[in-house]
């Protein structure tokens, strides 16, 4: 499923892709059907037309990782190389130094209900932004907004 999402990634128009086949195990997973083999596979062309329908993104934003990190990793230059930057939803508690390299933005943390999702101060998740290579933890700016974002 795709939709163009303001909430996700503060101050920019993301298109949010659902990725499938997703590695996580939260115990209050809010979307089971993603640990599926399901949907369409994402490629270049896929993005390159998924961004031609959707004119004014700036942002691409992958909700799961799949099962393919070398993959992933090369979609994420693919989306720097059509000018728009990078985020990546990750339900794991830390992931490795080419994935720091490849996106703009990263969401670490689980889903955990009783914590609540990235506009609640209680959340044990947290979105950096990683620029000039630091990382940035912007969490916080969720919380002054009453958005919906996370997931
Ligand atoms: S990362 Fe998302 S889809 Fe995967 S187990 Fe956690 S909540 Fe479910």
Not at 93 to 103: G, I, L, N, S, T
Not at 108 to 134: F, M, S, V
Request: charged share 25%; with cysteine; net charge negative.
């Amino acid at each position: 499923m795709t939709s163009v999402v303001l909430e996700e990634i503060p101050d920019r128009v993301s298109l949010a892709v659902d990725i499938s086949n997703c590695r996580g195990n939260c115990v209050g997973c809010h979307s089971p059907f993603l640990k599926e083999d399901i949907g369409e596979e994402l490629t270049p062309q896929v993005i390159d037309a998924l961004v031609a329908d959707n004119f004014g993104v700036n942002c691409f934003l992958f909700l799961g990782e799949g099962r393919d990190p070398q993959a992933l990793l090369a979609l994420a230059a693919h989306v720097h190389a059509l000018g728009l930057e990078a985020a990546l939803y990750s339900g794991r508690e830390q992931v490795e130094d080419p994935f720091w390299e490849a996106f703009d933005y990263i969401k670490l943390g689980p889903y955990r209900p009783e914590c609540g999702p990235l506009n609640k101060p209680t959340t044990n998740q947290r979105l950096y932004r990683i620029a000039g290579g630091r990382r940035e933890d912007i969490t916080a700016r969720f919380w002054h907004r009453g958005l919906e974002a996370g997931r």
